[in-house]
């Protein structure tokens, strides 16, 4: 019987993971593009208070970033979507190519995270890509700037969403199953983040 117990990795199958993908192209171009030196990524359990509070995956402005990986909130199937959003917000936040304390700034690197994760998979149509990228650039956005979010994301798309800086030519994307966990997307999903130092 499915319970909450089914939610969550082991720190090693995380880990492993983590190894499996290092030499997949774009996540490399993400991690070597990170400026202040490759980020840290950290396996472990979540607590439900402060930055990490019911979030799945969080980036902490160090330098340089750490990303902290959720396991008992996040699914093995669900760990790429996680690492490949976060290390995007990790790209632009330590190239200062968009200011995350401003709306139109956090929804830029929304709809770039949201483009290579969780509306990554194939879609017949681009506008339904498109639209799966709004509304979760939308949600992400809107835990830090409430309603204003939805008119950030329009503002921004266009330029946003032609952005691929630094990934490889989209026929070098890799191989790895995206799942189908649209589903398992949920409220605040990030992005607890410290001021910058
Ligand atoms: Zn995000």
Redesign the pocket.
Known sequence: MPSKSTIGCAIEECQQFLHSIQNIPRIKALFDGVSGGKPKIECRPCSDEGAEGSARAALFNDIPPTLVLCTNRLNVRDLQEAVT??L??AYDYSNARCNFYECDGLAY??VR??RESECSKYYPFEFLRNYCIQE??TR?TANLFGNGARDCVKRVFDAANADLHPLPKPTEKDAIHMPDSETSLIGP???SRTPPK
């Open positions: 959003h976060e995007i917000h690197t929304e995270a949201a979760h650039a992400s999903q990030l992005e």
